[in-house]
């Protein structure tokens, strides 16, 4: 049974860094591609960033580009999202989510495991 579970999540001023962590248990994380997606109040789950599994080739949304990175590391089985000058706008809740191969893809459909999500706000 492949379980994620995010965490890093919380409360932090605008202008802050904040580093979001998900571990994956239950299979060979690097066998497969990573993702964080998260989900702004009223609105759907959109995609942030994607990472193959290897690490070599990784894809981030043209809006979170320069302030958003994702990395991993399979060793620890974990990958990460890492946010900075973090704005109120970006106040949501991000899910990691993983999928059985290794390539890349935006589409929420072709994510085969999902955290539980974590929360993040971003106050004035």
């Known amino acids: 049974q492949v379980q994620l579970v995010e965490s890093g999540g919380g409360r932090v001023q605008a202008g802050d860094s904040l580093r979001l962590s998900c571990t994956v248990s239950?299979?060979?994380?690097?066998?497969?591609?990573s993702a964080w997606f998260r989900q702004l109040p009223g609105k759907e789950r959109e995609f942030v960033a994607a990472?193959?599994?290897?690490?070599?080739?990784?894809d981030v949304d043209m809006d979170l580009k320069g302030r958003f990175s994702i990395s991993r590391d399979n060793a620890k089985n974990t990958m990460y999202l890492q946010m900075n000058s973090l704005k109120p706008e970006d106040t949501a809740t991000y899910y990691c989510?993983?999928?059985?191969?290794?390539?890349?893809?935006?589409?929420?459909?072709?994510?085969?495991?999902w955290g539980q999500g974590t929360q993040v706000t971003v106050s004035l």
């Open positions: 990472i193959n599994w290897s690490g070599s080739y990784d």
């Open positions: 989510a993983v999928r059985r191969l290794n390539y890349v893809t935006r589409m929420l459909d072709r994510y085969d495991y």
């Open positions: 239950g299979s060979t994380f690097s066998e497969y591609a």
